[in-house]
């Protein structure tokens, strides 16, 4: 029998949403996908030939457990322009697999079982980390009546003393909204006050619409107790390239390594080469900008559909909107529409139970078929209507 502990780490609830896209449109049917959360763009030119030359000069075998000291150099560059944080590239920066590797590896070197996790509500990924540490996870709601942001009472009331870590993800997946400062350090004195490690995850900080991004450990009496998790995938489109990255003071580091050199030992060589590269000049500019303009079509066309109403979108590529009146619930919804208009969203209950007047919608797609999907949904609303 498998172990007792995938009782509490189901798949992913979008991998039914995916398995009937693929059902479908093996039946010929043109599917909008606005589910998936990737870019849909090509990995930037320059990173591609990095990546290349890295493969003809032989940067084919292992790296060091810490990832490769040009990237290291680059990240410590990167970590104290743009989000003034000072890590020693050697002992403070730590390349992973992937984003979804560094919260993983950090959540297994900080927690222990029995412990506690705070997580935020809704969210997306953290609770199998957490599961998989033999922890448990407890959730602590964003407000949508505050562009959901924490709720930091709210928060403050589920510290108990066997909790060991706050999760916080800013910008953020599903909600799209971005933490401000008051919250942010509101939640440095919770964390503080309580003696907790951070987790603060940061994948989409590049992808944002006119307000400041605020890191955790950027704060006073937060950097000692903070792992700052990023990544590639999200601002520079190489998903498919597993690279991520964080920092955190030299204790936490030494302990997030000595986990990680025992899970995928190090990032792909060749995509490190790339990471490089990426991180010269502004690469991710234009497809931060295309975000934008999606981002705003988005805003207007949810608007347009009774019922369906969500806070400004400030970053990631993501909107969380309650349901059109005509549905009775997020779930039905989803299955409604995508198997009679062809158009994938997710359901709000993926990203918590609570949230069954939701569906995420990913913004990962053209600006044509982001009015084809609001034109089938408006279609779909006005055939109940």
Same mark, same amino acid.
């Given at each position: 029998?498998?172990?007792?502990?995938?009782?509490?780490?189901?798949?992913?609830?979008?991998?039914?949403?995916?398995?009937?896209?693929? #059902?479908?449109?093996?039946?010929?049917?043109?599917?909008?996908?606005?589910?998936?959360?990737? &870019?849909?763009?090509?990995?930037?030119?320059?990173?591609?030939?990095?990546?290349?030359?890295?493969?003809?000069?032989?940067?084919?075998?292992?790296?060091?457990?810490?990832?490769?000291?040009?990237?290291?150099?680059?990240?410590?560059?990167?970590?104290?322009? !743009?989000?003034?944080?000072?890590?020693?590239?050697?002992?403070?920066?730590?390349?992973?697999?992937?984003?979804?590797?560094?919260?993983?590896?950090?959540?297994?070197?900080?927690?222990?079982?029995?412990?506690?996790?705070?997580? &935020?509500?809704?969210?997306?990924?953290?609770?199998?980390?957490? =599961?998989?540490?033999?922890?448990?996870?407890?959730?602590?709601?964003?407000? &949508?009546?505050?562009?959901?942001?924490?709720?930091?009472?709210?928060?403050?009331?589920?510290?108990?003393?066997?909790?060991?870590?706050?999760?916080?993800?800013?910008?953020?997946?599903?909600?799209?909204?971005?933490?401000?400062?008051?919250?942010?350090?509101?939640? =440095?004195?919770?964390?503080?006050?309580?003696?907790?490690?951070?987790?603060?995850?940061?994948?989409?900080?590049?992808?944002?619409?006119?307000?400041?991004?605020?890191?955790?450990?950027?704060?006073?009496?937060?950097? !000692?107790?903070?792992?700052?998790?990023?990544?590639?995938?999200?601002?520079?489109?190489?998903?498919?390239?597993?690279?991520?990255?964080?920092?955190?003071?030299?204790?936490?580091?030494?302990?997030?390594? #000595?986990?990680?050199?025992?899970?995928?030992?190090?990032?792909?060589?060749?995509?490190?080469?790339?990471?490089?590269?990426?991180?010269?000049?502004?690469?991710?500019?234009?497809?931060?900008?295309?975000?934008?303009?999606?981002?705003?079509?988005?805003?207007?066309?949810?608007?347009?559909?009774?019922?369906?109403?969500?806070? !400004?979108?400030?970053?990631?590529?993501?909107?969380? &909107?309650?349901?059109?009146?005509?549905?009775?619930?997020?779930?039905?919804?989803?299955?409604?529409?995508?198997?009679?208009?062809?158009?994938?969203?997710?359901?709000?209950?993926?990203?918590?139970?609570?949230?069954?007047?939701?569906?995420?919608?990913?913004?990962?797609?053209?600006?044509?078929?982001?009015?084809?999907?609001?034109?089938?949904?408006?279609?779909?609303?006005?055939? #109940?209507?």
């Amino acid at each position: 029998m498998p172990a007792d502990r995938l009782r509490h780490i189901p798949f992913s609830g979008i991998r039914e949403v995916f398995e009937e896209c693929d #059902r479908l449109e093996a039946r010929g049917e043109d599917i909008v996908h606005l589910e998936i959360g990737r &870019p849909d763009f090509d990995t930037p030119a320059p990173i591609k030939t990095a990546a290349v030359d890295a493969l003809e000069a032989g940067h084919v075998h292992y790296t060091s457990n810490w990832g490769i000291a040009p990237l290291r150099e680059a990240l410590a560059d990167k970590f104290a322009t !743009d989000n003034g944080l000072a890590y020693d590239p050697d002992g403070e920066i730590v390349v992973t697999t992937g984003a979804t590797e560094a919260v993983l590896t950090t959540v297994l070197a900080l927690v222990d079982p029995g412990d506690e996790v705070l997580v &935020p509500d809704p969210c997306w990924t953290y609770e199998p980390s957490v =599961r998989m540490a033999g922890a448990e996870p407890t959730y602590y709601p964003l407000d &949508p009546d505050a562009g959901f942001q924490p709720d930091v009472d709210a928060l403050e009331a589920a510290v108990s003393e066997d909790t060991a870590l706050l999760v916080v993800n800013s910008p953020h997946n599903p909600t799209g909204a971005m933490l401000s400062r008051d919250r942010a350090e509101a939640i =440095r004195d919770v964390a503080t006050a309580n003696d907790l490690y951070v987790l603060s995850d940061e994948i989409y900080e590049q992808i944002r619409f006119g307000r400041d991004h605020v890191s955790l450990a950027a704060l006073d009496g937060l950097f !000692d107790r903070t792992v700052t998790v990023n990544g590639f995938s999200k601002a520079y489109s190489m998903t498919g390239w597993r690279l991520g990255y964080l920092g955190a003071p030299a204790p936490l580091a030494e302990a997030i390594v #000595r986990i990680r050199q025992f899970t995928t030992t190090c990032a792909p060589s060749l995509s490190q080469h790339a990471g490089v590269r990426a991180l010269e000049g502004d690469l991710a500019a234009p497809l931060v900008e295309a975000f934008a303009e999606r981002r705003d079509r988005v805003a207007s066309r949810i608007a347009d559909v009774p019922g369906m109403r969500c806070p !400004d979108l400030d970053g990631a590529f993501y909107a969380f &909107p309650t349901v059109p009146d005509a549905a009775a619930d997020g779930e039905s919804f989803v299955w409604s529409l995508l198997r009679e208009q062809g158009v994938a969203l997710v359901p709000g209950t993926v990203f918590g139970e609570a949230h069954d007047d939701r569906v995420r919608v990913a913004y990962a797609n053209s600006l044509d078929r982001i009015d084809e999907a609001f034109d089938r949904i408006e279609a779909w609303a006005a055939g #109940r209507s």
